[in-house]
T-cell receptor
Framework: ETGVTQTPRHLVMGMTNKKSLKCEQH?????MYWYKQSAKKPLELMFV???????ENNSVPSRFSPECPNSSHLFLHLHTLQPEDSALYLC?????????????FGPGTRLTVT | GENVEQHPSTLSVQEGDSAVIKCTYS??????FPWYKQELGKGPQLIID?????GEKKDQRIAVTLNKTAKHFSLHITETQPEDSAVYFC??????????FGAGTILRVKS
């Protein structure tokens, strides 16, 4: 185990639903990340939080809303998603977001939008 | 910004043979190059990384080489085993030290 946990592991939701993904890291890190992994595409960085402050929003649609209440927890709130949003959503953490590069990933949440 | 290309997209080798995966990057300022292994149903796991002040790094059966002049780096796995079968990703640090990933290589080790 990498020390990064994600729940739920699988999620099926309709386009009108609202759901949240949760990530927790037990590594004492200060930076946390959300990535989207789609089939046959490189990992896409969505959001970065460093010391609880959002430092990156990679042109992500507003139907994805991140929340970082503290350095150990990260949420991704989902609403009115589209079928093309179906993907594996990965959370990662690193010591900090500026000078430490090693990122440790959670197992991901497999999201299916129907 | 940084662009990372990875080849091949799929690679099949016989157990015991070597496997080589290659990546190129575009930003000459990049100085950190990790490799991740992703098994089915799991997130990517960091297996080895190299920084620009060294040309080669080895950890048991895996090694990474870096050519900064040519802007490419490679992962070498020797004496492959069935448990090496997975998807491998390279990455490079881009603007503001954000990691930019390659598209991945599916490695199949046939026993």
């Amino acid at each position: 185990e990498t020390g990064v946990t994600q729940t739920p592991r699988h999620l099926v939701m309709g386009m009108t639903n609202k759901k949240s993904l949760k990530c927790e890291q037990h590594l004492g890190h200060n930076a946390m990340y959300w990535y989207k992994q789609s089939a046959k595409k490189p990992l896409e960085l969505m959001f970065v939080y460093n010391f609880k402050e959002q430092t990156e929003n990679n042109s992500v649609p507003s139907r994805f809303s991140p929340e970082c209440p503290n350095s150990s927890h990260l949420f991704l709130h989902l609403h009115t998603l589209q079928p093309e949003d179906s993907a594996l959503y990965l959370c990662a953490s690193s010591q900090d977001g500026a000078s430490s590069y090693e990122q440790y990933f959670g197992p991901g949440t497999r999201l299916t939008v129907t | 910004g940084e662009n990372v290309e990875q080849h091949p997209s799929t690679l099949s080798v016989q157990e015991g043979d070597s496997a080589v995966i290659k990546c190129t990057y575009s930003d000459s300022a990049s100085n950190y190059f990790p490799w991740y292994k992703q098994e089915l149903g799991k997130g990517p796991q960091l297996i080895i990384d190299i920084r620009s002040n060294v040309g080669e790094k080895k950890d048991q059966r895996i090694a990474v080489t870096l050519n900064k002049t040519a802007k490419h780096f490679s992962l070498h796995i020797t004496e492959t085993q069935p448990e090496d079968s997975a998807v491998y990703f390279c990455a490079a640090n881009g603007l503001e030290n954000k990691l930019v990933f390659g598209a991945g290589t599916i490695l199949r080790v046939k026993s």
